[in-house]
Every structure is written in C-alpha cells, then in structure tokens.
C-alpha cells in the first residue's frame, strides 16, 4: 500500500524555520515526482514547490521563492521542504504528494498519492 507521511510541522515565530519531511512507505520514491502543497483555512489548496524524481529539477512558487527549498534523499525514501524566514501567511497544513513520472508538477490533480498534512503555525 502506498503511503506519504509528512512530519516537522509545529508552531514558530515569525522569522524562524521548520524542516518538513515527507516519508515514503510501500513503494520507493525514485521514480516519482514529489510536490508540496498546503492549504489555509478557507482557501484553496496552494502549489508550494515540486522536484523531479532525479532530484535535478525543482520549481517553486514565487511566494516562497528565496525561503523554500526542496530536497530529497532517494536512499532514505524520503522529500524534504526548508522553511527559512516563515511568515504568518506560511501558516497552513502543508502536504506532500507523489507521481510516478519524470517530469514537474504543480498542479494539484497531476498527483495521485497524498499525505495527510502537517500543520504549520507562524505566529508570534
């Protein structure tokens, strides 16, 4: 069974920043894009950034952009987001989501699998 779980969410200050992690389980991540997205309470679900199943490719959302970075680590199965210089806007449940392709996405039905979220909190 494919599963995304997404960990490292919390509260912080205004300036701070967080790591989030998106962990694979029931299938290796390899050959899959992975996105990050999150979604405010009251608005739609919002692309964060994506990175190509290589990890040679990454593509961010210009609110993020400078502050964000994607990465990943194929041998731990795993997608990481750096949060740098959060913001209160930041504040959303942030979610990660897979395909298997090799190309970038940053479209929310381009994926198939999703995790669960996790709550990202900026407020002072």
């Known amino acids: 069974q494919l599963q995304l779980v997404e960990s490292g969410g919390g509260l912080v200050q205004p300036g701070g920043s967080l790591r989030l992690s998106c962990a694979a389980s029931?299938?290796?991540?390899?050959?899959?894009?992975i996105g990050w997205f999150r979604q405010a309470p009251g608005k739609e679900r919002e692309w964060v950034s994506s990175i190509s199943s290589s990890g040679r490719s990454t593509n961010c959302a210009d609110s993020v952009k400078g502050r964000f970075t994607i990465s990943r680590d194929n041998a731990k199965n795993t997608v990481y987001l750096q949060m740098n210089s959060l913001k209160p806007e930041d504040t959303a449940v942030y979610y990660c989501a897979a395909r298997r392709s090799f190309s970038l996405y940053c479209i929310p039905n381009s994926y198939d699998n999703w995790g669960q979220g996790t709550q990202v909190t900026v407020s002072s």
């Open positions: 029931g299938f290796t991540l390899d050959y899959y894009a």
